[in-house]
Nanobody
Framework: QVQPVESGGGSVQSGGSLRLSCEVS??????VGWFRQAPGKEREGVAC????????HYADSVKGRFTVSRDNGKNMVYLQMNNLKPEDTAVYYC?????????????????????WGQGTQVTVSS
């Protein structure tokens, strides 16, 4: 059983930056995704990092603004979020897939992930 733990959420003005962190025990063996859920909307994939080949995938809405990275030695995954917009406001979740491989065609599918964190709130004001 893996329990990812997110941190780093908060409130910023439009154009600001935040960095989310997710601690994952045994990170080397897993792929990790970031998802978000805004009020009244479905949970959507934001970005992911695979364990086997260190590939990254992003939702079109965040490409060029968000960057996912990982430090296997520290068991940490990060989501650097720049140029934040009000539409980025959501609860952000870290999710762990029990495989180092992450085919690009499934990275944003919630049922491909085995363990989820509790979420951290990100609020962007205009």
């Amino acid at each position: 059983q893996v329990q990812p733990v997110e941190s780093g959420g908060g409130s910023v003005q439009s154009g600001g930056s935040l960095r989310l962190s997710c601690e994952v025990s045994g990170l080397f063996y897993y792929s990790v995704g970031w998802f978000r859920q805004a009020p009244g909307k479905e949970r959507e994939g934001v970005a992911c990092t695979s364990g086997s080949d260190n590939q990254e995938h992003y939702a079109d809405s965040v490409k060029g603004r968000f960057t996912v990275s990982r430090d296997n030695g520290k068991n940490m995954v990060y989501l650097q979020m720049n140029n934040l917009k009000p539409e980025d406001t959501a609860v952000y979740y870290c999710a762990v897939r029990n495989s180092p491989r992450m085919p690009f065609w499934i990275w944003n599918q919630r049922n491909e992930y085995n363990w989820w964190g509790q979420g951290t709130q990100v609020t962007v004001s205009s």
